[in-house]
């Protein structure tokens, strides 16, 4: 069992930047793949990126490519999503979630955080 809790959402102007904290209780959080997903009001949860296990690989949803970065310090059992550059459309509740694989499909992952509100204004 994994409890994730996610912290660092907020409001922030276009342009700038957020850097997102998931914080796992229990001992098993280096053994998961780690992901990061968002939703926007009446829009479907998405996959935004993911980290494996050990940190070595990462991937990314093309909308935040070169703007985000996932890391994670298992040591801490902690996942980072350190956000630049945002932009309006980036607005959504991010959700962190801890699976067996890297993936980009949220019903790959077994556990879930409640989510923390991003609102980026024009």
């Known amino acids: 069992q994994v409890q994730l809790v996610e912290s660092g959402g907020g409001l922030v102007q276009a342009g700038g930047s957020l850097r997102l904290s998931c914080t796992a209780s229990g001992r098993t959080f280096s053994s998961y793949a780690m992901g990061w997903f968002r939703q926007a009001p009446g829009k479907e949860r998405e996959f935004v990126a993911a980290?494996?296990?050990?940190?070595?690989?990462?991937s990314y949803a093309d909308s935040v490519k070169g703007r985000f970065t996932i890391s994670r310090d298992n040591g801490k059992h902690t996942l980072y999503l350190q956000m630049n550059s945002l932009k309006p459309d980036d607005t959504a509740a991010y959700y962190c979630a801890a699976g067996p694989t890297m993936a980009t499909m949220s019903s790959q992952y077994y556990y879930w955080g409640q989510g923390t509100q991003v609102t980026v204004s024009s």
């Open positions: 980290i494996s296990w050990i940190g070595s690989r990462t």
